[in-house]
C-alpha cells in the first residue's frame, strides 16, 4: 500500500508543504474563501485527472499546447521519472471544480528550485486559469494559486522559463509580494494566422513573386498532402523522426531529437493530442512516397510547427520545403479561427523571408524573503550564461570577417 494521504484545513496558507512528509499522494487541503489546493506528487494521480485537466486547459484562453495534460503527463513518463526531480502539480478547486493548475517539479541544482513541467523540448510554459468564469472569479482563483506558490516557495525558488508575454503566470507574478524578477528567455517568432495570400501580401511585390513561383513548383511536382489519423500516428512518428534525421545527416541535429525517450514521449503525447484535436500531423507524398511530415501543435488561439522532417530527394528536386510547410499551416491555422501562426522558439534567417513579429520569451523568478540568496543566485547565473554567450558571437563575428579579409 502507498502512504497514506495528509490533509490539513487552516483558514490562510501558513506553513509551508515541504514540511509535510510527501506521500504517494501528498494533498494540502485548507478551506480560506472556498479554495481547496492540492500539490500532487504522484504520477498516477496526476494521469488520472486528465478530464479536468483538459477542461481547464480549453477554459484558459492564454494556454498553448505545452499545457495540455497528454504533452505534460507524457513528458513525465519518459523525462521526469529518471531525472531526479520530485513531481509537484499545483491544483486550485472552487466547490470541487478545478479552477486553477500549475504543473511544477522539484528540482536540486543544487538548490532546491521549482520548474515547469516540459524541459528543454518544450516551447511555453504557464499556470492555467479558468478564464470561463467572472472576472471576480478569475481573481479570486489567481490569488488562491498565489497563495499556493507562497506556501510552495517556503523552501524553494520558483523559476518559470519561457512564458510568453500575456501568459496567465502573469498574473501570479503581479501578485507575489516577494522577492522576484523578470529577465528576457528565449525570442519566438510569430505570424498572423491568415491564408497564405494574406502572408504573401505582408512581402515586398519582389519577394512575393518568388514566393509564388515556388508554390507553383511546389504543385508541378505533384506532391500530396495527408493529415494522419490518431490510430496510424505511432508509426507515422517513426517515419517523421527518419526522415528529421535525414534531413540533418552531417549538420548538426539536435541530439535529443534522434533519443528513444524523445521518440517514446512524442509518439505517446502526439496520438492523444491528434485524437483530441491538439496536434495535427502532416505527410506530404511524392510519387506514392513518403518525403515529408510535419507535427504542428495547436490550441484555441494559437498553432506552433513543432517538428519537421525531409527527405534530401526534395532538395534535389528544387522543392521548397519551408514554404510548403507554411502553406499547409497557414491554411489550416486560418481556417480554425487561430490568431497566431507561431514558428515557436528560434531566431534562425529563413523563418524571417516572411517578415514575423519577434516575441520574446520571459523567465519569472518568485522566492520568499528568506530564499533571496538563492534568486540572487540564480540572477547571477543567468547573467554570466548571457554574457558568455555574447562573447562567443562575438568571436564567431570576428572570424567570419577574419575568413573575408
Known sequence: MGSPTRSRTAPALRAPVSSVPVAALLTVSRSGRAFTTEICADAARFGAIAPEWDALYRASRTATPFQSHAWLHSWWQSYGTGGGGRLRVVLVRRGGELVAAAPLMLLFRPLPVLVPLGG???????????????????????????????????TAVIDLREVRPGAAAERVYARWTGPRRRLADSPCLELPAVPMEGLLAR???????????????????????????????????????????????????????????????????????????????????????????????????????????????????????????????????????????????????????????????????????????????????????????????????????????
Do not use: C
Not at 504557464?126 to 490569488?143: G, K, N, P
Not at 502526439?270 to 512516397?289: H, K, N, P, W
Not at 490550441?299 to 502553406?327: C, E, H, I, N
Open 120 to 154: 528543454t523540448i518544450t516551447d511555453f510554459s504557464d499556470v492555467l486559469l479558468d478564464e470561463s468564469r467572472t472576472d471576480e472569479e478569475t481573481e479570486a482563483a489567481v490569488t488562491a494559486l498565489a497563495r499556493a506558490f507562497a506556501e510552495l516557495a517556503g
Open 203 to 405: 512581402l515586398p511585390a519582389s519577394r512575393a513573386q518568388r514566393v509564388r513561383a515556388k508554390l507553383r513548383k511546389l504543385d508541378a511536382l505533384g506532391i500530396e498532402e495527408r493529415e494522419v489519423p490518431a490510430d496510424e500516428v505511432p508509426v507515422a512518428v517513426g517515419r517523421l523522426l527518419e526522415l528529421h534525421r535525414l534531413q540533418w545527416e552531417g549538420r548538426g541535429v539536435t541530439p535529443e531529437h534522434l533519443s528513444a525517450r524523445f521518440a517514446e514521449h512524442l509518439t505517446r503525447a502526439a496520438r492523444t493530442m491528434v485524437a483530441s484535436g491538439d496536434a495535427r500531423l502532416t505527410e506530404f507524398r511524392l510519387a506514392g512516397a513518403v518525403v515529408a511530415a510535419d507535427l504542428t501543435l495547436m490550441s484555441g488561439a494559437l498553432a506552433g510547427g513543432y517538428l519537421y522532417g525531409a527527405d534530401p530527394v526534395l532538395r534535389a528536386r528544387k522543392a521548397d520545403v519551408a514554404t510548403m510547410l507554411l502553406r499547409a499551416g497557414a491554411r489550416d491555422s486560418g481556417a480554425h479561427g487561430r490568431a497566431t501562426l507561431s514558428m515557436l522558439r528560434g531566431d534562425e534567417p529563413y523563418k524571417h523571408h516572411w517578415r514575423p513579429e519577434t516575441v520574446r520569451n520571459q523567465r519569472l523568478l518568485l522566492a520568499r524573503p528568506h530564499l533571496a540568496p538563492s534568486l540572487w543566485l540564480l540572477l547571477a547565473r543567468a547573467a554570466g550564461r548571457e554574457r558568455a554567450a555574447t562573447l562567443v558571437k562575438r568571436a564567431r563575428k570576428t572570424e567570419e570577417g577574419g575568413d573575408k579579409g
